[in-house]
Nanobody, 128 residues
Framework: QVQLAESGGGLVQAGASLGLTCSAS????????MAWFRRAPGKEREFVAG????????YYDGSSWGRVTLSKTKARNTVLLQMNNLKPEDTAVYYC?????????????????????WGQGTQVTVSA
C-alpha cells in the first residue's frame, strides 16, 4: 500500500505565501505523477497542479497560473507546492495524489480519476 503525507496547511492572511509538502511512502511500484487538488466548501474537488516525476515537468490549472509552483524536492517521492499571493477564494482542503499508472497523454493528468492514491488532506484558510 502507498501512503501520502501532506503538511504545511494553516491560516494565513490574503497576500501571504504558503508551501505544502507531500511525501509518498510504502510499496511504490511506479510513481508516474504527483498532483494537488483542492475542495472548497460546497464545491467539487478541482485540480491545482501536477508534476511528472520522470522529468519534473509541471502542469497547472489556468486559475492558479503565475501564483503556484510545483516542484520535486531532493527527498524521494516528495513534492512541494508553493503558493504565493493567496486569496480568500483559495480557502479549501488541499489533497495530494499519486498516479501509479503508465505515462499517458497530458490531458489525463488533470482528472481526479487518473490518480490512484490520495492523502487525507490539509486545510488552507486565507482570511481577507
Amino acid at each position: 500500500q502507498v501512503q501520502l503525507a501532506e503538511s504545511g496547511g494553516g491560516l494565513v492572511q490574503a497576500g501571504a505565501s504558503l508551501g505544502l509538502t507531500c511525501s509518498a511512502s510504502g510499496r511504490i511500484v511506479r510513481n508516474d505523477a504527483m498532483a494537488w487538488f483542492r475542495r472548497a466548501p460546497g464545491k467539487e474537488r478541482e485540480f491545482v497542479a501536477g508534476i511528472r516525476m520522470s522529468d519534473g515537468n509541471a502542469y497547472y490549472d489556468g486559475s492558479s497560473w503565475g501564483r503556484v509552483t510545483l516542484s520535486k524536492t531532493k527527498a524521494r517521492n516528495t513534492v512541494l507546492l508553493q503558493m504565493n499571493n493567496l486569496k480568500p477564494e483559495d480557502t479549501a482542503v488541499y489533497y495530494c495524489a499519486l498516479r501509479a499508472g503508465r505515462r499517458a497523454e497530458l490531458s489525463k493528468y488533470y482528472s481526479v480519476d487518473s490518480y490512484d492514491y490520495w492523502g487525507q488532506g490539509t486545510q488552507v484558510t486565507v482570511s481577507a
